[in-house]
């Protein structure tokens, strides 16, 4: 059966990812508020977003073309989305200009791709499509849609293994408790096991420390009940957002009006009525390029969750 490449959803408030739901937790009125202007305007762009985009996208290029590197550069051109300089002017602990970028990319083309490739290639979907940037969708019972991005998924040359990669990269030496128990490529390991049943799905982050001009990968094991809570948590939040979303009310959480020294880009407007605020209407959104979909009840099933509507 094909996939459904394209969603209409009628309330945006009901389209839901990752970032979304991490957003929520963190203050339910600055998400809704996002959920609004947020994909409208294609996201809120800086500097660490267009690094991670571009490295991604260089490394993506790498494994798809044989570790050809123009391929590599010409792929992090593309993703780029800041002014291009060819080198951080500050020797400081963020090197991330476009110049740092393409060492970064250079360094995973000398030291890493090649190991990689010995052992590994890049997925082939069903419908045809390597497995780069693939974009899943889940069909909630409430009628919810959760949505994601799988950064890379590879496939073992010679055993019944998959693995799901998530590119980062940051700034200062990585620890891995900023991802171990992340939701993030767990949710996405969960899909691809459900679409693969005959191969045992791992999950790997592969984190470039701009810094050090290093890059860090660590397996993280995943169990059944690591997934069983995974579902779980995606089915609870959403019932939580649609609770909001029937009350008309999402509340504000005022410990995190400020972070790290910053005021949140919502603060003067956040006690605004949406309707003072045109844009903070809700309003339908469309969803294209779907490689992979799935319903959620089969994805408990797969793990035997029974579930209530």
């Known amino acids: 059966m094909e996939t459904e490449t394209t969603l209409t959803i009628e309330d945006n408030r009901k389209w839901l990812r990752y970032s979304k739901l991490t957003a929520v937790n963190n203050c339910p009125r600055k998400a809704e508020i996002q959920s609004y202007i947020y994909e409208e305007n294609g996201g809120y762009k800086t500097l660490d977003t267009s690094f991670g985009t571009a490295f991604g996208a260089g490394v993506a290029a790498l494994l798809t073309s044989n570790n050809n590197l123009l391929q590599g550069y010409l792929a992090a051109l593309v993703g780029w ?11 400081g602990k963020n090197k991330k200009s476009f110049g740092d970028c393409l060492l970064a990319i250079e360094k995973y083309h000398n030291e890493y791709a090649p190991q990689i490739l010995q052992d590994w290639e890049v997925l082939i979907l069903p419908n045809g499509k390597p497995a780069v940037e693939t974009f899943f969708v889940i069909d909630l019972p409430n009628g919810f849609h959760f949505g994601g991005h799988i950064d890379l998924v590879l496939k073992h040359r010679t055993k019944k293994l998959i ?5 980062k990269t940051q700034g200062a030496a990585l620890h891995e408790a900023k991802y171990a128990k992340s939701y993030q490529a767990l949710g ?7 679409c693969y049943p005959d191969y045992t799905v791992e999950k790997m982050y592969e ?4 810094s050090e001009r290093n890059l860090v990968c660590f397996y993280v094991p995943q169990t059944r009940l690591d997934a069983v809570r ?4 995606l089915l609870t939040e959403s019932r939580r957002i649609g609770d909001y979303i029937q009350f008309g009310v999402f509340p504000q959480n005022g410990a995190n009006c400020m972070q790290w020294n910053k005021i949140c880009n919502n ?4 006690s605004d009525s949406n309707h003072e605020h045109p844009d903070w209407l809700p309003k339908s959104v469309s969803v294209e390029d779907i490689d992979l979909r ?16």
């Open 81 to 91: 989305q800041e002014e291009v300089v060819p080198l951080h002017s500050d020797a």
């Open 163 to 167: 693995s799901v990669r998530e590119l």
């Open 188 to 194: 996405y390991a969960v899909a691809l096991a459900h």
């Open 207 to 210: 984190v470039y420390e701009t």
């Open 230 to 233: 995974w579902l779980v948590a």
């Open 267 to 270: 603060y003067y407007e956040c």
């Open 294 to 309: 799935f319903k959620f009840d089969d994805l408990a099933k797969t793990l035997k969750v029974q579930t209530i509507s």
